[in-house]
């Protein structure tokens, strides 16, 4: 049974910075995509960054790029999210997802809720003005 536990959330101030991590457990995740979502209240869940376990690609989401970098611990089997920069309109519940589909593996896949099939229970952003 997969497992995806996030930590490393809770409140900052705009300009500030936050790790998150996302350990992850019940699989060999090598020929995973792993993502990191967010959903801010009344919003849809968007996506943030997604890292290709093996290769190391990364991807990330507009709203954030230049500001969030996405990597993995292979030892520790845990996916971090760096966020810097931060701004209020960042504020959101965080989620760690992951894609265990083996299939072509472009923008498209990696940013949609649909390709994933697995979710952590999320952790809390809020970064104040």
């Known amino acids: 049974q997969v497992q995806l536990v996030e930590s490393g959330g809770g409140l900052v101030q705009a300009g500030g910075s936050l790790r998150l991590s996302c350990a992850a457990s019940?699989?060999?995740?090598?020929?995973?995509?792993m993502g990191w979502f967010r959903q801010a209240p009344g919003k849809e869940r968007e996506f943030v960054a997604a890292?290709?376990?093996?290769?190391?690609?990364?991807y990330y989401g507009d709203s954030v790029k230049g500001r969030i970098t996405i990597s993995r611990d292979n030892a520790k089997n845990t996916v971090y999210l760096q966020m810097n920069s931060l701004k209020p309109e960042d504020t959101a519940v965080y989620y760690c997802?992951?894609?265990?589909?083996?299939?072509?593996?472009?923008?498209?896949?990696?940013?949609?809720?649909?390709?994933?099939?697995?979710w952590g229970q999320g952790t809390q952003v809020t970064v104040s003005s």
């Open positions: 890292i290709v376990w093996s290769a190391g690609y990364t």
């Open positions: 997802a992951a894609d265990s589909k083996s299939r072509g593996i472009n923008y498209y896949t990696v940013s949609r809720r649909q390709s994933y099939d697995f």
């Open positions: 019940g699989r060999t995740f090598s020929s995973y995509v």
